[in-house]
């Protein structure tokens, strides 16, 4: 069973049963039948239900934002623009599709030489919980453009925003079978990667997961693309003006709640002006409004799951008693749902010579 949970306050939304093995054959045999029909309308085509899709989301943005911020407790502001992003790709790939899919000439001895972009097939998309619509739609709107169909594999703590990707597409004209949701949890993934109807898979998420997939997908000799995060280093020299640096790091490591790949997760800064960068982004840090993500003013809303909150509360006491010190916060916030506290990670200051003046 896949449960929808208010992350603010740890009620169940929703829940839904786990396709089973014929739902599954249902849903490839489904993409395999709509391909070859998608790859022969045309990009034209494929373009002008780009625009569709784009309207579809435009015109329910506050369903789906709130959709978004129920489920999994982002900001609603950072939800609208979420959407609004997917939005804007939909339109950009109407606009842009026709130039980056056309033929590319290449000289050579031969009569006419080119490189030509053609489909795949079905591709599954392996996606994560923390940005629900943007991961889903980064996947599916370029695939769907060039001529792919795609069946959405999505995190299990999401499956009302998987089911309403799937929503768009379907109003906004998209045939039948050409992007599908499957509501299955990660034991399934191997059998779908492995199946003859599937010609690659995409994946956004964590290493391990990184690795099991590329391992069946090497196995099976399938395509894959994979994305799996990083640890983005955010460098303040002595030269910079701080309280820009300082403003756009506090943003840098909290947006979306701080559940972010991409978020700046080390920061390393000058000597000189280390101590000064410190204050103003711990103050920066202690002034972010923490609270219900519906409520417009609020910056900071709970972790998307309780687990998330136990694992961060662990590393933050594990940091403190190995040196480093918490400036501000550094204890989960008491009440209901999965809040963890206003910058509960503490800070740990390193010197090195290599950055000294």
Not at 183 to 195: K, N, P, Q, T
């Amino acid at each position: 069973m896949l449960r929808s949970i208010d992350p603010a306050t740890g009620r169940e939304l929703a829940s839904f049963p786990e396709a089973d093995n014929a739902s599954i054959d249902t849903a490839l045999n489904r993409a395999w039948t709509a391909r070859q029909a998608w790859r022969d309308a045309g990009l034209g085509m494929r373009t002008t239900l780009m625009r569709s899709v784009a309207g579809v989301l435009r015109a329910d943005k506050s369903r789906f934002a709130a959709l978004l911020t129920s489920e999994m407790g982002k900001p609603i502001v950072e939800a609208e623009a979420e959407v609004e992003k997917c939005a804007w790709t939909a339109n950009w790939l109407a606009e842009n599709g026709s130039r980056l899919l056309a033929d590319e000439p290449v000289e050579s001895t031969a009569t006419e030489s080119y490189v030509r972009f053609q489909p795949l097939g079905v591709i599954l998309a392996v996606m994560p919980w923390n940005f629900p619509f943007w991961q889903a739609f980064r996947a599916g709107l370029p695939a769907l453009t060039a001529g792919n169909v795609m069946v959405l594999k999505h995190s299990s703590n999401v499956p009302q925003s998987a089911l309403a990707i799937e929503e768009v597409f379907r109003e906004a004209g998209v045939p039948e079978g050409v992007f599908q949701t499957l509501l299955v949890g990660s034991a399934a993934v191997g059998r779908i990667i492995s199946d003859h109807r599937v010609a690659g898979v995409t994946l956004t998420g964590s290493e391990g997961a990184g690795k099991l997939v590329a391992e069946i997908a090497g196995r099976a000799l399938k395509k894959s693309v994979l994305e799996l995060g990083g640890s983005d280093p955010f460098i303040v020299l002595a030269d910079a003006d701080l309280g820009t640096a300082a403003t756009a790091a506090c943003r840098a490591r909290n947006q979306n709640n701080g559940q972010s790949c991409i978020a700046a997760k080390r920061f390393i800064v000058e000597e000189p002006v280390a101590d000064e960068f410190e204050q103003r982004f711990t103050s920066a840090v202690a002034a972010l409004k923490v609270g219900n993500p519906m409520d417009r003013a609020n910056q900071v809303g709970p972790l998307a799951r309780g687990d998330l909150v136990d694992d961060l509360e662990r590393q933050v006491e594990e940091s403190v008693r190995l040196g480093a010190r918490a400036l501000t916060g550094g204890k989960r916030i008491a009440g209901d749902g999965y809040s963890s506290g206003r910058a509960c990670r503490p800070t740990t200051r390193r010197r090195s010579d290599r950055w000294r003046r």
